[in-house]
């Protein structure tokens, strides 16, 4: 399988540890108020950057995690072993994420307050972790798989984990209740046999489903996390 070289490209200054963006969040939380008692003029003047930088840097990460999204399926789509085949005709209605409900169009969206659009967005999140893991450890053994591929889908792991991180210390409230309702829908993805079968149609066709629903499911967390920066940064 060949794929193309858009795989090549990294997400601009995301490459950092994770740490780095925690520090600077605990910064911002402890001068949150209107104004900081505790900062001087320059170090508000200062709070207010960071808060602007954080919200533009999260903002190109949701982008490029929904474009990598994009690009992978597209590419699947695209080889010969996906030309031809029907792949797609439970795709739509197989996603494990179809029990959140989460709205889909951006009207819908700008309608729920901060709260509710950072908790569709860690709930979505959070649902990838074990699909992308499965997929990243699946991936290395499918000969057929470019490294670029492989690589691809690491880049995207990383870059939920770190959405995750940004979201989850700006909202640190909502983190249980996300647990606590994911915990009573049923959201599990049960695509791990498929994906390690021996029959090729019954993984591509896994395969296909997951990519298929990435980029559904990082389209949303891109557009909600465009409207929650939108609204920070007063641009809505």
């Not at 994009?70 to 795709?91: P, R, S």
């Not at 996603?95 to 009207?107: A, Y």
């Not at 700008?110 to 967005?121: A, G, I, P, R, V």
């Not at 983190?175 to 309702?181: A, D, K, R």
């Amino acid at each position: 399988l060949k794929l193309s070289g858009k795989y090549q490209r990294h997400a601009w200054g995301y490459k950092g540890s994770c740490l780095l963006l925690l520090l600077v969040m605990s910064n911002l939380l402890l001068c949150q108020g209107n104004p900081c008692p505790s900062c001087s003029p320059d170090e508000f003047d200062t709070f207010l950057q960071n808060v602007t930088d954080l919200f533009i840097d999260a903002s190109w990460l949701s982008h490029d995690f929904h474009n990598h999204s994009t690009i992978m399926f597209k590419e699947f789509v695209n080889e010969k072993y996906a030309q031809g085949n029907l792949y797609h005709i439970n795709a739509t209605d197989s996603c494990h994420t179809n029990s959140f409900h989460s709205p889909e169009e951006r009207d819908k969206a700008h309608q729920l307050n901060n709260e509710d659009l950072s908790k569709w967005t860690l709930m979505l999140l959070y649902s990838w972790n074990s699909p992308l893991c499965h997929l990243v450890t699946e991936l290395k053994s499918m000969k057929e798989l470019s490294e670029a591929f492989l690589s691809s889908a690491i880049e995207i792991e990383n870059m939920s984990e770190k959405l995750q991180a940004f979201i989850g210390s700006q909202f640190r409230k909502i983190t249980v209740p996300v647990l606590q309702t994911m915990h009573e829908v049923p959201s599990t993805w049960s695509g791990l046999p498929s994906l390690k079968s021996s029959d090729e149609d019954r993984c591509h066709s896994e395969l296909y489903n997951l990519f298929h629903c990435l980029h559904r499911d990082s389209r949303k967390v891109d557009m909600y996390i465009k409207i929650l920066a939108c609204r920070a940064l007063k641009t809505c």
